[in-house]
């Protein structure tokens, strides 16, 4: 559960990191193309990776984000959304694998939510009725304390 979550921060930490470092490189490249006077043409290529590098971070974000959403609903018991709907799921250009699209994801964490929501009022439900007995207890026994 925090293992989980602390994962998914862990992983998007280094997707982004990966990131940076990405543009970094393609930001450095260019500069050496201008200070070797290569063409326009070659300077442009260069920088074509660039939007590549974006479409990739938000696909592999996308990816870990999924996972981690899966993950929970089946720790929960939670249905997921059927693979085959193009509404819920999207198949990534980059990997073989699909990944929920944003109402995918919406609906799955409201889903995952209200399970969560369900399991705690279920404990919320019994906390005053054991307070009530605790202070019960608490006033007899001091009754019984002064009778003695």
């Given at each position: 559960?925090?293992?989980?979550?602390?994962?998914?921060?862990?992983?998007?930490?280094?997707?982004?990191?990966?990131?940076?470092?990405?543009?970094?490189?393609?930001?450095?490249?260019?500069?050496?193309?201008?200070?070797?006077?290569?063409?326009?043409?070659?300077?442009?290529?260069?920088?074509?990776k660039?939007?590549?590098?974006?479409?990739?971070?938000?696909?592999?974000?996308?990816?870990?984000?999924?996972?981690?959403?899966?993950?929970?609903?089946?720790?929960?018991v939670?249905?997921?959304?059927?693979?085959?709907?193009?509404?819920?799921?999207?198949?990534?250009?980059?990997?073989?694998?699909?990944?929920?699209?944003?109402?995918?994801?919406?609906?799955?964490?409201?889903t995952?939510?209200?399970?969560?929501?369900?399991?705690?009022?279920?404990?919320?439900?019994w906390?005053?009725?054991?307070?009530?007995?605790?202070?019960?207890?608490?006033?007899?026994?001091?009754?019984?304390s002064?009778?003695?």
């Open positions: 559960m925090v293992a989980d979550y602390l994962r998914l921060r862990w992983e998007l930490w280094r997707l982004e990191r990966d990131y940076r470092n990405a543009i970094t490189d393609v930001r450095r490249k260019i500069e050496e193309a201008k200070a070797k006077n290569s063409s326009e043409q070659e300077i442009a290529l260069i920088g074509a660039g939007p590549d590098a974006d479409l990739r971070y938000e696909d592999d974000v996308r990816q870990v984000h999924t996972q981690y959403l899966v993950s929970k609903a089946q720790r929960l939670v249905p997921t959304p059927k693979l085959g709907d193009p509404d819920l799921w999207e198949k990534s250009p980059y990997t073989p694998q699909s990944h929920l699209t944003s109402r995918g994801m919406t609906e799955l964490r409201s995952i939510r209200a399970e969560e929501k369900a399991r705690i009022e279920l404990y919320l439900l906390i005053p009725s054991v307070i009530g007995v605790i202070g019960a207890l608490i006033g007899l026994a001091a009754i019984l002064k009778v003695k």
